[in-house]
């Protein structure tokens, strides 16, 4: 097995040069449907970065003054308002999942099916349960008069950016949440192993499976890492 | 499929490393949270904030998506266009600070 | 010594160039074996599942051509009507200023986006790149699948946008805000929201058929086949595949947000704005920041549409001048070094809009640095012409056609480049003759040419020589006639998109040369039909072309069958053991040495390391 192994290969800029300069992969080592998956994030970081520039020139050239974001968005605990309390707490759900879907990865290549499907179905639920205080803050943000077209905090573009970027977070959180039980289903049922051909897609696939959509995930938790730090923190 | 098992054993890693980086995303955060408490203004604030949140990328990154353990060529590919969408930022800092001039200068002064 | 993938004994060590000499193996042959598995490829026995839900990239290419060529149609129609009202104003009453700008926009987003991209991408990228690299198909058929059919709603929503209420937007391809939403613009209502949601459903398509053409790319050569080793077919189609998976995120960003500032009255892009003396909802909207997002998209853009064509053009010019392409190697980071570098250069778009006037020095700059690199291209092919033994035949022609209207086009660029002539020039039509020279007839030319050269691939026959010569020499003539004199009426001053020319002092001088230049798009667009009945009849009619009947080098024509049929390669993947541009090498019997050709059959030959 020592042939099989990327420790044979040269690292660092060397190794990158020699891996660019080969035959048949420039990844080594690196399954075709990871690389896929990683020039996707690649793509969507590009869609959620102009999404924060598109927020971070309209808050800019405002002469309108911006909401105080610790105000709008606190949580009343009794009647001490705690500032930016819920979405301290979405931050804990979905770090948490992000850690779970890191375990599952890991038990789901060591092939424990019992623990992997367990941790993916954990991961979903911490995915719905973000979801679901995503949607408790729209409902109470839009009780409090905030609209995509004009909000009574302050500047109007507030409002619109907020519904947007999050908008479109929740979205890639709850398609996550979707294939999560898609493949908790195929872990238990234990396609990974049987090369049991998938539905749409009919191919046959493996524990690599999970990474790949752990990737996506972990990626859905840096995006929420930076909404969380330029529009709620800022 | 025994030697398959084994390579793949070989690219996990001890549950005790995810611990480690979860828990250090847990403290970045609550630092992060601090920033607000502490109602830290200005550049100190925004500094901070940005400190904290790419060290917290970094560490997802690096260690949940695996990317420390990966070669070179996939971490250069990945991580250059990222540093360019930064370039990308300033040019429209920049815009944004002239746009806001220009409507100061227009609404208030008079053009 | 097994060659084929053996999951015990698969060493990941690389081999390039570099090492092949290093080996210790006295077997001048050796290419070390296969790393991966083979393709477990999916095979459609039904009707549907072969010819419509078809998961071969070939068909699926083939798709993609024929849903484009339909696009270019309806926007050469749009060109006609466009030409017919600015030389005959009288002539069609029907035309109306709306129908004008209706026009205008609908022929500029159709043919930049639906026709070119698509074309080149989906079009040539899909059928060549597994061919060329030596892959069975893409690593994801089924995704690929998919952003077809993506693609052709995308279309469909774009060609509805014709008949709803208020017809299509007439915003200009560039859709800029306020004007784009607002009543007084043509479509503002249906149209522009139409047009929004087509171009959404086009980047989902493509970044899903970019996936593939990327991972296929990287993931899944063939053995021997470095990056180094690809045509620049390939290199070219690569490199813009990269440029749509970073540019498409923007024009994405910028669709969905003027949606909402349509459907939801939001202000992304839209300032306090007086209408007809009302005073809308909008407020502290910046329209400037629709331009950067657009034009951040719209530059990689037209080099995702030129890069494939450079690429083609390399390649169709060594094959039919029997000589390799002079300096391969700074061909290929020329490619890499001009996409990354159009990234840097979108605000050139922007120098009259009112942005940050110290962005014109930046973009001016970066602008003038991008020439440096393409002016290299043109070099190099005019070196590789230099002595080499030229077949004249049609595939030539317009390579020849090619080079002297690029020529043209960008240096015309380099006029527009410079912020301070660009201001004169800003929305004349210099601008509008430039970039039809550059991005229209230049690529346009490649796709004939390169029509002409995989058709005996992709048909198993010729085309008719005699009609192609003809039809090259109407095209080229006739569109010079077109946009070079366009130059001209750029430099006096008439203004782009404009539905007449009023009662201004440019009546008098500039009616007879739009008068000529609607004649020549006439003329030239009516011989297309020459081309299209070339294609038609030779399908049946043609002379049958045989295995590799252009004697070219590179792995498409030497699959078993020709057209290649599922699987591309039947039994066994092919094994590289040099570069596609063997021609003419001294010592060899042929002129030519295939990439499959191993080294022990040509030791005669002075064949260098590549």
Redesign the interface.
Known sequence: ?S????N??P???K??S?????????????Q??K??M???L??????F???L??Y???R?????DWPNT?EVFSLHVGDVPV??LLI?IM??VL??S??T???AV?YG???NRKMCGWLILATAIGGLTFVGMQVFEWSKLIHEGVR???NPFG???F???FF?ITGFHGTHVSIGVIFLFIYARKVFRGDFDNGKRGF?????SD?VAI?IL??YL??V??VW??I???FY?? | MDETQKKEQATTHKIGIYLWIWGLLFVLSFFSYLVDWFAFQGLLRWTLILIFMFLKAGLIMAFFMHLFWERYALVNVLLWPMTAIVGFFVLMAAEAKYTVFTRLLYFFIGG | MSDEYNQKNTPLEAQSSETISGTPSKDIDYVRPAELPEQDLYHGHSFITKWIFCQDAKVIGIQYFLTAVFTGIVGLVLSWLMRLQLGFPELVPFITAEHYYQFVTMHGMIMVVYFLTALFLGGFGNYLIPLMVGARDMVFPYVNMLSFWMFFIAVCVLMASFFVPGGPTGAGWTLYPPQAILPGTPGSNMGIILMLVSLSLFVIGFTMGGLNYIITILQARTRGMTLMRMPLTIWGIFTATALAMLAFPALLVSCIMMTLDKMLETSFFMPAILQAGEVLNYEGGSPVLFQHLFWFFGHPEVYIVALPAFGIVSDLISVHARKNIFGYRMMVWAIVGIGALSFFVWAHHMYVSGMNPWFGFFFATTTLIIAVPTALKVYNWIITLFRANIRMNTVMLFCLGFIVTFVNGGITGIFLGNVAVDIPLSDTYFVIAHFHMVMGIAPLMVIMGAVYHWFPLVAGRMLSEKLGKWHFWITFLGAYSIYFPMHYLGFIGVPRRYYEMYDSPYVASATGMNEFITVAALIVGFAQLIFIYNIVSSLSIGKPAGKNPWKANSLEWLTPEVPPAHGNWGEKLPVIHRWPYDFNVPGAKEDYITQTTPPSEVISAKVEKT
């Open positions: 097995m042939d099989n192994s990327l044979n290969l690292g660092g800029f190794g990158m020699h891996d660019m300069g080969s035959d048949q992969t420039a990844f080594k080592g690196v075709w449907g690389v896929m990683w020039i996707f690649l793509s969507d970081t590009f869609v970065s102009c999404f520039i598109s971070m020139k309209g800019a050239s405002t002469v309108v610790s500032p930016l301290a931050t804990f770090i948490t992000s850690g879907m890191a375990l890991k290549y060591e092939k995509p077209w004009e500047a109007k573009q409002g619109s950016f947007m749409f897609t009919t191919m046959k524990y990474e752990g990737l972990h990626f938790d840096l890492v930076f969380f730090a330029f923190l800022w």
